[in-house]
T-cell receptor, first 111, second 113 residues
């Protein structure tokens, strides 16, 4: 079945450093979504990417969708303590009704 | 929270007991989902419903049951057959049944005594 792998599992950075998490699917995706879950909270939708090679930015966050539509990345520039949480990617395979979530990357930021 | 409520926030279950987790949404969404999250882990799909009176098993449906009698409500029952029910349970809804943006409720933490 379809699998979505996400790395790294954990990332501990000094405030001001950059952070990147990567997502890889075993099958071609029709779209990929990113969610953020704060400690003790629930996942909150960040963005959706649909087109091959698409790049979207939200302030310090940059999201990319690979040319083959099988991988994606989230890059945070100059992390802040408010960025702490777990970032999940979720992919929808072609002809599927279910989003498949990656295992998440937990970001810790040292002030 | 996107107009999705879950109750209770914390729930304690005794061995051999069935418990029901509530999920209500006022977003007029057709699709609803139940996920299980274990500490430090991702989300695993238990059941989903694309429309009223219809639902499908997800990846880990054994020991769980659901109903979808109303568009707004998608309760999850954790039965005694679920041998390891301690987890964080998240309900979500989306406006489209096929991979649309999902809006999550605040979750219910279930603990077995």
């Amino acid at each position: 079945g379809q699998q979505v792998m996400q790395i790294p599992q954990y990332q501990h950075v000094q405030e001001g450093e950059d952070f990147t998490t990567y997502c890889n699917s075993s099958t071609t995706l029709s779209n990929i979504q990113w969610y953020k879950q704060r400690p003790g909270g629930h996942p909150v939708f960040l963005i959706q990417l649909v087109k091959s090679g698409e790049v979207k930015k939200q302030k310090r966050l940059t999201f990319q969708f690979g040319e083959a539509k099988k991988n994606s990345s989230l890059h945070i520039t100059a992390t802040q303590t408010t960025d702490v949480g777990t970032y999940f990617c979720a992919g929808l395979a072609d002809s599927s009704y279910k989003l498949i979530f990656g295992s998440g990357t937990r970001l810790l930021v040292r002030p | 929270d996107g107009g999705i409520t879950q109750s209770p926030k914390y729930l304690f279950r005794k061995e051999g007991q069935n418990v029901t987790l509530s999920c209500e949404q006022n977003l007029n969404h057709d699709a609803m989902y139940w996920y299980r999250q274990d500490p430090g882990q991702g989300l695993r799909l238990i059941y989903y419903s694309q429309i009223v009176n219809d639902f499908q098993k997800g990846d880990i449906a054994e020991g769980y049951s659901v109903s979808r009698e109303k568009k707004e409500s998608f309760p999850l029952t954790v039965t005694s057959a679920q041998k390891n029910p301690t987890a964080f349970y998240l309900c979500a809804s989306s406006g489209t049944s096929g991979g649309g943006t999902q809006y999550f409720g605040p979750g219910t933490r279930l603990l077995v005594l």
